[in-house]
């Protein structure tokens, strides 16, 4: 291993990994801090089954019932390509410490690099697809900002790189070099883009989710009769 | 930072927001990822096909921006890269209004479909409280807001009309019902009920007050109408003016507590419910000293608990419900509209989607008030429009007023063969209404109970001689409670300490009626109940359900059985447990459901 690929792998990945932590945890104290959570004394209403907690256990769940959202509901290609592009995060940040820290475990076993190389492919593809919905779609350009498009535009290549380099034995060294540096860029920016969401996903669906617990919103029961279908559109 | 120069309304409103948002808000500004999911939820969207300015996340973004500007990190560093702005002039307020104001109904559809949990209703109704505090609002909001302040009610009715509608329903009802001594008492103190109404309903639609007085009459309610604080609508939830929302609420509580009410009974409105029920004690920063709910809740009770009969033959048009906002995606009122509707009308049609997914009326969020925005709101009720006939029902119901205006505006808009009307309308068509209650008394006397006096005066006195009851509860103290109460009344009482002792002498001595707590070690009250309407012999005995844990009604109400005859929350008062027992052995088991 070169000293350059080296360097990349192992100090510029915990180096940043350190700031992105300090960063991470410097913006949670400013929004506790900051920001006091509004109080809620309403005396609960709705059906015994719906409670404060119920709620918000709901509400962190809701991401992996796409039938309980009309939304993902109704657009299950949509819901898809979510999974996918979420698992390729998860992979791909899983490599950049299996690549360093436990290269043996790639080698010992192949299905895991196949594992790695085929979700962060399939991200990838995702990402391709999200970007030209972002273009093409009026209402979407609209919502959009830079950030939105660098972050897609950032993680489809940082999958295609991920991919690339899943084997770790017999990649080019420019392609784990990439792959490193864009990891080390990714860790340094997240904190400052909408990549950073997943730090609020469950600040917010918890606010959201106690408040229509204690409600009786939450947990919607979507067997009730008729619930979903609909002949408005 | 720009060196422009800020007006002076431009600079309140970023001084306010850095103020106004909370952690629950702060979530919502920080967590859009802009994946447009929440797009087509929205009615307005779905109406205007390639018109982004309709879109949630992007109306999102007009007060978003200023968050970034000037609270978060980057857009303080690097506005252009997350699209962060400020607001200078007087004029951008005003295009901010006609979005916050115009081009969202605050619905929640999209809050709801948005898998990150943004709460983009929440955050316009903050913008819209940012921009009245500037004066910046359209006219409508700002009349009725001012009536609210001023004379405290939306609609400017004066204290005076007021109570002469009161006395004008009053007499209607005496005449209606043929009886001198019906009466809407008002400020009558230490009642167990507490009714307050839509000004709507004092001004355009005082029908919905008699038929509620007709309904507490029947049930023999202790009720009573306060002459101040009777409002319970609140514009600051439309307005997202708090200070409003505060006082208005607070009134509402002071007339309970001044007239030492138990419970606070709202009428069916939508944003009243929820601004009295869920949001004023939030806003008027007070924790309520007693129970409030919708009246839906309370008349589905007295069919439960066989205070009043209904008919549902009595309405054998077809109907269909629509589901305020209000009451469903933010209060969680799904089912008891249903249940209710059910039992008073013959021929309910669902309408897709429902409940949590139903689409707002159009009207809602103050859209009735604005009438700039009128044909913008017209035009986006094709959706609910569709909806409605799509079901081929001949009547729309829906527990909100602000949805009856809604409706029917759209309704005449679209030229659909429907009507609008409310289930405390439906209730009161429903009633079946019995003979005074003294001379039924006397009438019901079982010919094989002993010769008594024949004066009203000793049959009155034991009410329930020759009536054999069972009383089924684990706790020693309650079946001590309820035995003396129904013996001292003139009934044979028999006890049981847990529910299979209890089947056994249900089945040894045959009541005439039994009464059953559900919370019970051993088999529980619901599988017993299960139990006596599976047995032959016992199916046709009247149950009367009195427990202290009313979420275990499901285990009676979720079970494909007929329903019990009476249900009575602990601890039960003594007249309320002679009431229900003597008139569900008055009516028999089956004439209830
Ligand atoms: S509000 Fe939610 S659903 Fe809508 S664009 Fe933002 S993150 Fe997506
Ligand atoms: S709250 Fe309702 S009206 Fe407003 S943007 Fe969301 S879906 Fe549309």
Redesign the interface.
Known sequence: MSEALHFAEHTLQEATLVIMAIVYTS?LVW??R??????????P??????TPRKGFLY?WA??GMPWV????R??PI?YGT?VIFHLGVVLAIAESFIIPYGASMLAANPWLATLIQVSTGAACAVGVFRIIRRVS????????????YFSLVLLTVWFAFASLSAPNQGVPEWVLLTYFWMTAFFLLYVP???IS?YL??P???Y???K??GN???YP??PS?????????? | MSTQVRSYKANKVLERLTKK????????M?????C??????CHY??TNP?D??F?P??KA?RVRKLFKRHMD??GRVIP????AGSVYTDEELEELKDIVFGKCTNCRRC?????????FATMNRMARGLLVSVGIMPEGVAVVSKDQWEIGNQMGVLKEDYLDTLEWMEEELRSDLDDPTVEIPVDKEDCEVVYTINPREAKYDPRTISDAAKIFHVAGENWTMPSEGWDMTNFGLFSGDDDLGGAVARRVYEAVVRLRGKKLVISECGHGYRST??????WG????PF??ESSVLTMLRYIKEGRIKVDPSKNDFSVTFHDSCNN????????EPRELLNLVTSDFR????????N?CCTGGGGAMSMSEYAPMRLKSAK??A??LA?TGAEYVVTSCHNCVDGLNDLIKHYKLPMKVTQLVNLVADALVIEPAKASVVVEKKPEAAPAVDETPTVAAALPLEGRKILVIDDEPDIRTFLSTVLEDNGASVLTAGNGDEGMEKARAERPDLITLDLNMPGRDGGQIYSAIRADEDLKDIPVVIITGK?????LIYDKDVRRPEGYLDKPVKEDTLLTNVRKVLEVGADDVN
């Open positions: 913006r929004l506790f900051r920001f006091k959570a509004g109080k809620e004394r309403q005396g209403t709705g059906a015994p089954n719906t509400s809701i991401i959202m009309e939304s993902s109704t657009k949509m979510f779609d009026s209402n979407m350009r609209a919502i959009s900002s830079p950030d939105d400052f883009s909408k969401h609020y996903y600040i917010t669906r606010y959201l989710g408040s229509l409600r009786g919103v919607i029961v009730a009769p008729g619930y979903g279908e609909s002949t408005a559109k | 948002v909370n952690r629950q808000i702060a979530g919502t920080l967590a859009c990822v802009h447009g999911q929440c797009t087509d939820s969207v779905q390639g982004h300015t879109v996340a992007w973004d990190w980057t252009w890269w997350v699209k809050t709801l479909n948005c898998p990150m949990g943004v709460d029920r869920c949001e004023g004690p939030n920063g007070v924790d309520l129970e409030a469903a995606r933010s209060c969680g009122l799904f089912e669902e309408m897709y989607p429902n409940r949590a997914e689409y959706v609910k569709d909806q799509a009313p979420e275990l009604r499901k």
